[in-house]
Structures are given as C-alpha cells and as structure tokens.
C-alpha cells in the first residue's frame, strides 16, 4: 500500500503543481485528444481497434500516461494489439516477459461498451487499466508480508483499486476524457478470493460511484459535444462543471432487473442523447432510448 499511497501523491495534485515532465506529457496528451476528439466521442464499430489508433500511437500515449502517472518512461515497457484469443469478458493482458522486460496486450475488438460504442474511449480504459498492473508489478514487493492482502494473485487487491481509483479520477480531470478501469467488475469477478474482506475504509477510499457515474458522465458529454459543435466545445470546462455537481446514483428494478440511475437527468421521458454527423461533418445530437435516466 505503500507503492500505491507514494504514486498517488505524485500526480493527484493541481496542474499548475506537477513538475516538467508530467506537464509536457499531459500537453501532448491533450493535444492528441483535441484532434481525435470527434473520433473519441462518436459511433465506431467494436472491431479493427489497430486501425482506430495505430500500435505506434498507442506506445507514444502509454508513454506519456507513464510519465504523467507513474514518472518514469520506461525502456523495458512495450505495447502490441494481440489476436483475439482472451476470454470473452477480458480487453488485454499485462505481465513480465523475460529479462524483466514487461507488455501490454490488448484485444483488437470487444463485445460491449459501457460507453455507448465510443470505442476509443473503451480502449484508454483498458490501457490505463493494465498501466496500473504494470507498475505495481514492476515496483512492488513481493516479499512483504501484506503482499498478499494488497496485491492478491489476480492483481485485483485494495493497492490496485485505490491506485487505479486514482488514475481514473484524475485522467478525466486532466483531459475531461471519461474512463472507467473495470474496478467494481474485478471486484464482482473475485470476490470469493478476497480476504479479508474489504473494510468500510476501503469502500470509501476506493470511490466505486465514481466509475458507476462514467456511463453518465459519458452520455452528458457525447451530448454537450453534439449540441455545440466541435469548434465550440470545451471539454475542460465542461468536466470540471459536472464533476463539480456530481449527480447521485440510485437503483431501481425495470423489466425485472436492477439498473443504476442518475437523478436530476438532463433529458425528458427517460430519453438520453446520441451523436450523428451532417454533410458538413459536423457532430449533430439526436436523443434515443439508450439509457432511461431518472427526472
């Protein structure tokens, strides 16, 4: 936990408080953001992720999301687009190759998307994801005697989801880029190795409604970016806005099923927002029945 605490006082800071590299890391990243920001936040098909951002690209932003995050660069970290041989409900893999040099791998293609089919949002996710894992693998200890109760052997422990409850709060407030790092889902997939179980303390520092709301965070911004057009659209001063207001989630039961709602939703009937481009290409919000939200 120690890893985990020092790493998330490196970069959970003020912008104008990170150091030189951390800074030009996050302009670049920014900078790619703004001119892929209508393919982030459009319709794309769940195959051909290489095609979407190249292998090349993807190593330029794993290296910056390293320097920004974890404040190295690592020569010995490498990532490939793998085949799609994964189980199903698995993006990617990380883990140590020989000489202790480490990769990230990662699907070509995925079944479903919490992010309304915005793929290339679905993508950072999985790369922020198995970023954390690689840290913690490379910096780690395994010979401490909490390695166990931390880290655990599926690599899912309370150092993972605090760590990553990090990364993923602060990659939006950095780019205002919705990610969600499959927290609560690793948390459901090995619930039955977890031990002890996870305190009240840990409930609260891992901050599991805050990856519930991404989907909705999404939404809102796929339809703010809609409504006003890509010249006019401010992404930071949107996110930051939201995120100020945070909305509430609460269950309720449709169809027999247990879903998460927002209350205060933006939209009427239940109805929230999709993307379509004009002629022109200009991003255009249409409203669908995509996600029913609560009045």
């Excluded at 000489?99 to 990230?104: A, Q």
Aim: charge should be negative; hydrophobic fraction near 40%; proline fraction near 3%.
């Amino acid at each position: 936990m120690h890893l985990a605490r020092q790493t998330i006082a490196y970069f959970d800071k003020d912008e104008k408080d990170l150091n030189d590299m951390q800074i030009a890391a996050l302009e670049k990243l920014n900078a790619w953001r703004d001119r892929k920001i209508v393919d982030i936040l459009s319709e794309q098909k769940n195959t051909d992720f290489d095609k979407l951002i190249p292998q090349e690209e993807m190593r330029e932003i794993l290296r910056w999301i390293n320097q920004l995050f974890f404040g190295y660069d690592s020569s010995r970290l490498d990532f490939r687009w793998a085949s799609d041989d994964f189980p199903e409900h698995v993006g990617g893999n990380a883990g140590k190759r020989k000489l202790y040099k480490y990769r990230i791998n990662l699907k070509t293609s995925l079944k479903s998307s919490a992010m309304l089919g915005r793929w290339i949002l679905e993508i950072l996710s999985c790369l922020l994801h198995e970023a954390v894992h690689i840290h913690q693998q490379y910096h780690g200890c395994d010979s401490c005697l909490s390695a166990e109760w931390n880290c655990m052997r599926h690599g899912h422990g309370r150092a993972f989801q605090l760590l990553a409850s990090r990364v993923e709060s602060c990659f939006v407030r950095f780019t205002g880029l919705p990610v969600m790092l499959v927290r609560y889902g690793s948390i459901e997939e090995h619930w039955a190795k977890f031990w002890p179980l996870p305190s009240l303390h840990d409930w609260e520092e891992w901050r599991l409604e805050d990856e519930l709301l991404m989907p909705f965070y999404a939404e809102y911004l796929i339809w703010e970016f809609g409504r006003c057009g890509n010249g006019e659209f401010r992404i930071m001063e949107f996110a930051e806005k939201w995120w100020a207001g945070k909305p509430s989630l609460e269950t309720v039961v449709v169809d027999g099923e247990e879903r998460y709602q927002v209350r205060g939703g933006r939209q009427e009937d239940g109805r929230c927002c999709d993307l379509h481009f004009d002629e022109d290409g200009e991003p255009v919000a249409t409203l669908s029945t995509a996600r029913k939200m609560v009045d």
